[in-house]
């Protein structure tokens, strides 16, 4: 238990660093490809409301109910057409609720995690 | 190392904390379906603690861990009466019952201008400390591995002590145990609370790691994997039940050709090998010889 307790006092003095919160609004539509989804990602700061450009975005995805066992290997965002906006495809193992996990780096770091539900088209 | 193949290694580690803690029951003799209610306890408890009340994790996950022993002491109590499959099936719906707690918990505060803390079904999002203190992917993998290998160390210490020689005794033949004098309800509820504490420490790290928890999270098929863990590392040491982190998450991994039916071919693999090895890779009777190896090459 000490040394649990000094590992624990090691990791409370690492050095903090800036990271800051962002929003994102993702629309993802089916392709023509089943469970193939296209995705666009509009960036911004969360207070200022102002599109972040410029970032390093990574999309992948886990369904909540069953985390490590159903989830999406990351790919990477190209930029967009406007101002903080992005675009990745991504292939869903099937259709329910996933958890879109966007990793963020560049000019400033976050992880934004969003919920969608992706229903089998009729 | 890539940071998706990293993600998936600091997995491992996050899991092997609910392995052993699943492991701990099994060596005392119980089968709990229930390990992941005090995961969930610790990802809210130190999340709470970090994002909400801005404290460090280190502290937020000695809290957690408080939680998850309290937790589990509760539950504990009146489930350890039972034995067996009724053991079981009432861990399974204390956990259950502790998820839909996890949905009807609604406590948020303002932090920089946003909503923060769990939200009932949308669960928990804006877990930022590792962010903030600018810990990446490597380094966190670094810390949750090296927490692992102290809490393994203090099993190791742990199972080569009388307390271990106890609880082991009382896993394999409880009446024998009662008949020498050990206070058998007593030795099964400490370990349960000390499994509830390990497996909150874990759930404390997961929280971290992923930034955002839900109630789902924490639902039976956690439980199920939790117990699979040890079940097919094997109940020989406490390397087993890594061993069965390592092939679970290993295997979903290798599987991923199979795409959304991996999951069944994945279960097939483990049906099988219960079959063959029904204590697992690493049980007693194989521990047992690797060390008699070791001490004959030794002498």
Request: overall charge neutral; proline content about 5%.
């Amino acid at each position: 238990m000490i040394r649990l307790a000094a590992a624990l006092a090691l990791l409370a003095a690492a050095a903090p660093a800036a990271a800051q919160r962002l929003g994102a609004d993702v629309d993802c539509r089916p392709t023509k490809h089943d469970l193939v989804y296209d995705c666009r990602i509009a960036l911004k700061e969360s207070k200022s409301g102002k599109p972040v450009s410029g970032a390093d975005v990574s999309v992948g995805a886990d369904m909540p109910s069953m985390p490590m066992a159903h989830n999406v290997k990351p790919v990477k965002a190209k930029p967009g057409a406007g101002p903080g906006e992005y675009e990745a495809r991504i292939e869903l193992e099937m259709y329910g609720e996933w958890a879109l996990k966007l990793n963020v780096r560049g000019p400033t770091r976050d992880v934004i995690v969003k919920k969608l539900d992706f229903r089998e088209p009729r | 190392m890539d940071e998706y193949a990293l993600g998936v290694l600091t997995n491992m580690g996050l899991f092997s904390f609910l392995a052993l803690s699943a492991y701990l029951l099994l060596i005392a003799g119980e089968m709990s379906f229930g390990q992941q209610a005090f995961f969930g306890v610790g990802a809210y408890a130190a999340g709470i603690g970090t994002a909400m009340w801005g404290l460090p994790l280190p502290v937020a996950a000695l809290f957690a861990m408080a939680l998850g022993a309290g937790a589990a002491w509760l539950v504990g109590l009146p489930t350890l009466r039972l034995r067996g499959l009724y053991f079981a099936m009432a861990t399974l719906a204390a956990a259950e019952m502790f998820r839909i707690l996890f949905e009807l918990f609604h406590w948020q505060r303002e932090v920089d201008g946003e909503p923060v803390g769990p939200d009932g079904t949308q669960g928990f999002r804006g877990i930022r400390w590792v962010l903030e203190q600018g810990i990446e992917q490597a380094g966190y993998a670094a810390i949750v591995f090296g927490i692992l290998a102290l809490v393994l160390a203090t099993l190791f210490l742990a199972e080569r002590s009388r307390l271990g020689a106890t609880v082991r005794m009382v896993g394999e033949d409880p009446e024998l145990a009662a008949v020498l004098g050990v206070n058998v309800a007593r030795v099964k509820l400490g370990v349960a609370t000390a499994a509830g504490a390990l497996a909150a420490l874990g759930g404390a790290l997961y929280a971290h790691h992923n930034t955002y928890v839900e109630p789902r999270n924490f639902d039976i098929m956690l439980g199920v994997h939790s117990l699979a863990y040890g079940l097919i590392g094997g109940l020989g040491t406490a390397l087993g039940p890594l061993l069965g982190v390592a092939l679970d998450i290993g295997l979903l991994e290798s599987t991923r050709v199979f795409q959304g039916y991996r999951m069944i071919v994945f279960g097939g693999l483990i049906a099988v090998l219960l079959i063959v090895r029904p204590r697992g890779l690493l049980d007693e009777t194989t521990v047992n010889r690797i060390a008699a190896a070791f001490r004959g090459r030794g002498a």
